[in-house]
């Protein structure tokens, strides 16, 4: 007899306990934001797609020197590039030199595993991981990426 | 008061907007409260998602109704409307104040009791109608969940009538006002003379106890345990069918709240015995099926012999030991 209301007494306390953590739950803030109208600030470590980082004037930082397209284990990185000659003082006289300057940089995102092989090849630090994870489209050709347009957007 | 066909039809028709509007809106408070809970916000756009439940109804009615192949084509037609219909009636007869009230019946008490054992029927119906072996399944079990808590249930209203000598609801509740200590949830009345009963809160408690595990819902709802059942007796309703099971379902929870405020909580009554009115019924009503949808949000969905050992070897014999002490302390006092 003593078991049976003791059952009942501690069954009813563990419920009772049971309710007022969901009490408590009930006033404390949201952890959730509602999702397409707000989002939240990705982490620093977060890796989306690449994306091509600018120097001071606002230019790719990019040397052309291809070492993220022979890295890329996928092949979806397609760079070119085009020579250009520029004129440079050097002891007093002027002196023409060469350098290549990048004229396309695509990402064929289709195939891109997010392995970060390229960022970690690239010896001038010229490409980095963005934070962009909004991606979702019918098309096929939304997710051929091209990086240069997207600098150029970005800074106008 | 009169009850010409006039009077009558828009009793009803308060009845039944009444019903729909707190159905509808208690779905949305529900999801509302389970976000709170689980911390999110739940439903959220347009101001609260005030425009959730129409979008549900709408989307609801706009479906097709199917029948199943070899189900009782009217049994099936007729068990949801079975479900919803009862409900209904019984906000016939329930007093929301001293004056508001479509029907105030001398026997109100037993009406609402009769109609309410319509839903274990609905839910009979339903499985069987359905012709499908998880519905089969649900109905029996949520048949005998109901003729399970109907027994202690009825026992404890048997001792809150003996106590006050009506079966009218709205004498049930006026015999309570004055302020919290003439409710009958609480072991001593000073009304018409001293009046103690010790376990009056253990009264209270079974009735709640019994009208969650008639409204079949969460800890008590067997009867659609989708973990086991896929959906329970609803499990081929799609289209209104299925929102009529629904609405009757929330439309029960109101009549479930307004039958503890009227029996325990002294209907209308303030608490301290200042402007008593219908304001006063639907605070507590609203209080109430907060904590209904408080309890569903917290525990889990008990086991079917859980649930009944609960019944039979708990609620009735306390409640009956109950009625024993109330009608023996009837005597001393």
Not at chain 2, 110 to 130: E, K, P
Not at chain 2, 178 to 188: L, R, S
Not at chain 2, 239 to 249: H, I, Q, R, V
Request: net charge neutral.
């Amino acid at each position: 007899m003593g078991a049976y209301f003791s059952e009942i007494f501690y069954g009813l306390q563990s419920l009772v306990i049971g309710l007022g953590i969901t009490f408590k739950e009930f006033f404390k803030p949201v952890v959730t934001v509602s999702y397409p109208f707000e989002t939240i600030k990705m982490s620093d470590r977060y890796r989306g797609h690449i994306e091509l980082v600018e120097d001071e004037e606002g230019n790719a930082k990019c040397i052309s020197c291809g070492m993220c397209q022979r890295a890329c284990p996928s092949g979806s990185i397609s760079l070119a590039s085009k020579s250009v000659e520029y004129e440079v003082e050097v002891k007093g006289e002027m002196k023409t030199k060469k350098k290549k300057v990048l004229v396309k940089y695509d990402l064929n995102f289709t195939t891109c595993s997010l392995c970060g092989q390229c960022v970690e090849s690239c010896s001038v630090g010229a490409i980095e991981f963005s934070k962009e994870y909004n991606l979702a489209s019918f098309n096929k050709e939304d997710f051929h990426f091209d990086l240069l347009n997207r600098l150029k957007e970005r800074n106008s | 008061m009169d009850l010409t066909i006039f009077n009558a039809i828009i009793a009803v028709v308060i009845a039944i907007a009444f019903a729909a509007a707190n159905a509808a809106y208690l779905v949305l408070a529900e999801r509302r409260g389970a976000g709170r809970i689980q911390r999110r916000p739940g439903p959220n756009v347009n101001l609260f998602g005030i425009l959730q439940p129409p979008c549900d109804g709408i989307k609801l009615m706009t479906k097709q109704l199917v029948i199943p192949g070899g189900a009782d084509k009217a049994l099936f037609m007729v068990a949801p409307v079975l479900a919803m219909a009862p409900a209904i009636m019984s906000f016939v007869t329930i007093p929301f104040s001293d004056t508001i009230v479509a029907h105030s019946m001398d026997v109100g008490v037993l009406m609402i009791f009769a109609f309410a054992s319509f839903g274990g029927m609905a839910i009979l119906l339903a499985g069987w109608g359905s012709r499908n072996k998880y519905g089969v399944m649900a109905s029996v079990r949520a048949v005998s969940q109901n003729i399970s808590y109907e027994v202690p249930m009825l026992i404890t209203v048997i001792t809150i009538v003996m106590m006050t000598g009506s079966l009218n609801l709205h004498e049930l509740a006026s015999a309570q006002s004055g302020g919290f200590w003439n409710w009958n949830i609480f072991p001593v009345s000073l009304k018409d003379g001293f009046m103690l009963q010790p376990l009056m809160p253990v009264s209270f408690l079974i009735f709640f106890i019994c009208s969650l595990a008639e409204t079949n819902r969460a800890p008590f709802d067997l009867g659609e345990a989708e973990s086991e059942l896929v959906a329970g007796f609803h499990t081929e309703y799609g289209s209104m069918g299925f929102g009529l099971f629904f609405m009757g379902e929330y439309a029960n929870i109101v009549i479930g709240a307004s039958l503890i405020t009227i029996l325990f909580l002294g209907g209308w009554g303030c608490p301290f015995g200042l402007f008593p009115g219908v304001w006063w019924f639907l605070l507590k009503i609203y209080l109430l099926i907060f904590s209904f949808i408080w309890i569903r949000w917290t525990f889990p969905r008990t086991t079917i012999y859980g649930l009944l050992n609960l019944s039979w070897k708990i609620l009735i014999p306390i409640s009956l030991f109950n009625l024993l002490l109330t009608a023996g302390l009837l005597k001393v006092f």
